[in-house]
């Protein structure tokens, strides 16, 4: 399809994962005539098993390199997804950007609600002894999704640095929320097992956005635009760039 004359999308995936955490969503968005890029963020493009340590500020250089790249013209989309929504936000607070999509953005570890700080410590205290972790199945209710995504994970451990590094990302990005002002839709799973799902809803009221929305998905997992209610998440975001009702 040609593309429309909206601003460039850039997709950015989680922790651990690749492109294709995102990629029913960006795969509609190009159906739709966007045009969208992806980033594969360093320490995520090795062959595996093991998951290479990796740090956040490692991250954002590599997507504001490919921001300054696209943003020709005017600011682009970002689409964060886990980690990537976190980098977004962050990236956010430094570049011209036209709106935010922001998919089970990662701020608190699954129920560590307000100990976050004391969940952080005891991971970055188990990396230093134990960097590399045995990788969980995918995050994810819907059956055949799960046993698809399994085969596309090119990792079969999950390094404690990296995840230590995106805690840290987490500290560096809470002050800086009241000044991100780009419109920003937020899409949670009510059934996450990695994020804390409440930290979406806290996330809306810190946004300096005037223009910002939250839709919880009831049926959806961490990796939700793969997930049962994907169909909706991919309806939400449509209607959101387009500035429709979905």
């Known amino acids: 399809m040609r593309e ?3 601003p460039p999308c850039l997709a950015i995936h989680g922790l651990g994962g690749g492109p294709y955490e995102l990629q029913p969503l960006t795969e509609a968005l190009r159906a739709a005539g ?10 995520h493009d090795g062959p595996g098993p093991v998951m290479p340590a990796s740090t956040w500020p490692e991250w954002v ?10 943003a020709r013209d005017r600011p682009p ?15 956010a ?25 004391l969940a952080s410590a005891a991971v970055r205290a188990l990396a230093r002894l134990l960097p590399d972790i045995p990788r969980r199945r995918p995050a994810v209710r819907d059956r055949e999704a799960r046993r698809r995504l399994a085969a596309l994970d090119r990792f079969r451990t999950f390094s404690l640095p990296a995840a230590a590094s995106a805690l840290d990302l987490i500290g560096a990005v809470t002050p800086e929320l ?18 804390e799902p409440s930290r ?10 005037r223009d910002k929305r939250l ?11 793969h997930d049962h209610d994907r169909d909706r998440l991919v309806a939400e975001v449509l209607a959101f760039l387009g500035g429709a009702e979905p």
């Open 4 to 6: 429309t004359a909206g």
């Open 34 to 43: 966007r045009r969208v890029e992806a980033v594969t963020l360093p320490g």
């Open 61 to 70: 250089a590599a997507v504001e390199a490919r921001v300054d790249e696209i």
């Open 77 to 91: 989309v970002l689409i964060g997804f886990s980690t990537g929504a976190t980098i977004a936000l962050h990236v």
């Open 93 to 117: 607070s430094r570049r011209p950007v036209d709106r935010l999509v922001l998919v089970a953005p990662f701020l608190a570890i699954r129920y560590t609600g307000r100990f976050s700080p």
């Open 178 to 195: 009241g000044r991100i002002e780009a419109p920003t839709l937020i899409v949670q799973g009510r059934r996450d097992t990695v994020v």
């Open 200 to 209: 979406a809803a806290w996330l809306l009221g810190r946004l300096g956005s």
């Open 215 to 225: 839709v919880i998905l009831d049926r959806c997992d961490h990796l939700a635009a």
